[in-house]
């Protein structure tokens, strides 16, 4: 992180600190509209969530160690549509939905593996790891059969150092544009050197974003984490920043910021404070100098979603085998436990009549800020009655 990025965080988190002090909400922020609860239970807002999001947005699809030599693949369902993962001879990553161009047979059945070729299952179609169509057995039986025509069909894969991202619409804008001011912003971090060290999941009785919502304020920190999270991080110092396309920052300092004499200047914020991102639509990161996982949320119904935890680290510190990797992931489940605790809860609350809509405070702008582009992606003409957000975040956007 640039210096003059250090010193701008030292300033809002001080500035934060005062304003806290004085009970004043900041000068010149919008008050924010409640979010109306048919946002979270209505199954017309689901189903428009499930067409546009999913298939408009770039979604984090796994790492690139997930791929490590041409011919290993990975199906890949989490956008409701089964896509392959491969590796091509020539080491780039590309995507194909897994449906021959013959009869829709599946070219791969395994969660997993290594292969020489895509080859259909049903007929033997056979096709290079590049997607285009090689060998038709039977050729001569199919009348004007022009095989350049029947190559797979690809979307689109894009990689951010070893992360692996696919978008299902092929107009999307590039993921360097999606991310804008991000890429930057987190070129200290080291994508392209992370390892691949573990992944696991927790299903969760809550609509996704319930869960979303409870990973982007720290709010709540003195209220479920008194033990844990709370005795290392203020909120009453956190800073914030919305970026464009629902994106977004949040940076709570250590109670006691105290910084490791000799350490790499560049890191001071992400060792003396909890450094954190919302990636729309659905990752979550609270990074770390050497090792973090992103948290990824996938609705699994309109009332129950399941979050991945996956890990990286570096090179020389990647198995998860070790003891040190044991306690690191067993301590950050601790803490996932207890933000998880209220949320099928929370699911059953909004099932009744007892719960309408939901006021934001200042401290939860991300919120909104994640809200906000959801209406921007699915077009807000198309939503329900009544259940659009007005967009008021606009001019708190930061574009640089
Ligand atoms: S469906 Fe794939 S070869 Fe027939
Ligand atoms: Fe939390």
């Known amino acids: 992180m640039e210096r003059a990025e250090i010193a701008a965080l030292k300033s809002d988190m001080a500035e934060e600190f ?64 089964p896509i392959v993962l491969v590796r091509g001879a020539d080491g780039v990553v590309r995507g194909f939905y897994n449906t021959c161009r013959h009869r829709g047979g599946p070219l791969v059945r395994e969660a997993a593996g290594e292969v020489a070729s895509l080859m259909c299952k049903y007929h033997c179609w056979n096709y290079d790891l590049e997607g285009r169509l090689k060998f038709v057995p039977d050729e001569h039986e199919f009348a004007g059969l022009d095989k350049s025509e029947r190559a797979l069909i690809a979307v689109k894969v894009a990689q951010w150092g070893n992360l692996v991202f696919v978008n299902l619409d092929e107009n999307a804008a590039p993921l360097n544009a999606f991310l804008g001011p991000l890429v930057p912003e987190l070129a200290d971090l080291g994508f392209a ?106 609705p699994t119904s309109i009332r129950t979603c399941r979050m991945d935890v996956i890990w ?32 099928s809860w929370i699911q059953e609350s909004l ?34 009655e009544g259940l659009a957000i007005p967009d008021v975040l606009g001019p708190h956007l930061r574009t640089d």
Request: aromatic letters at 12%; glycine letters at 4%; a negative charge.
């Open 18 to 81: 005062a304003r806290y002090e004085r009970q004043e909400r900041p000068a010149g922020f919008p008050a924010l509209p409640d979010l109306p609860a048919g946002r979270y239970t209505d199954p017309d807002f689901f189903a428009l969530e499930q067409k546009h999001i999913w298939s408009k947005s770039w979604l984090f699809a796994g790492h690139a160690d997930e791929f490590s030599r041409p011919g290993a693949y990975k199906l890949w369902r989490d956008a409701g549509v």
């Open 312 to 343: 990286f680290g570096q090179p020389d510190d990647c198995d998860a085998a070790t003891p040190q990797w044991r306690d690191r992931i067993a301590n950050f489940d601790a803490i996932l436990e207890e933000d998880t605790e209220n949320l």
């Open 351 to 384: 099932e009744t009549p007892g719960f309408k809509s939901v006021p934001l405070s200042y401290q939860e702008r991300r919120i909104y800020n994640h809200h906000t582009q959801i209406d921007r992606v699915i077009g807000a003409h198309r939503l329900p």
């Open 193 to 298: 050197r992370l390892k691949f060290v573990e992944k696991h999941a927790f299903n969760i009785a809550s609509n996704w974003k319930v869960a979303m919502d409870a990973f982007q304020e720290v709010y709540h920190l003195k209220h479920i984490h008194p033990q844990t999270v709370d005795v290392l991080l203020d909120h009453r110092g956190v800073a914030m920043t919305l970026y464009p396309n629902g994106h977004s920052r949040m940076i709570t300092p250590h109670r006691a910021p105290q910084d490791t004499p000799g350490a790499d200047p560049a890191h001071e914020i992400t060792r003396t404070t909890s450094r954190a991102y919302s990636l729309f639509p659905n990752v979550i990161t609270p990074v770390s100098e050497f090792e973090f996982p992103l948290l990824v949320f996938w």
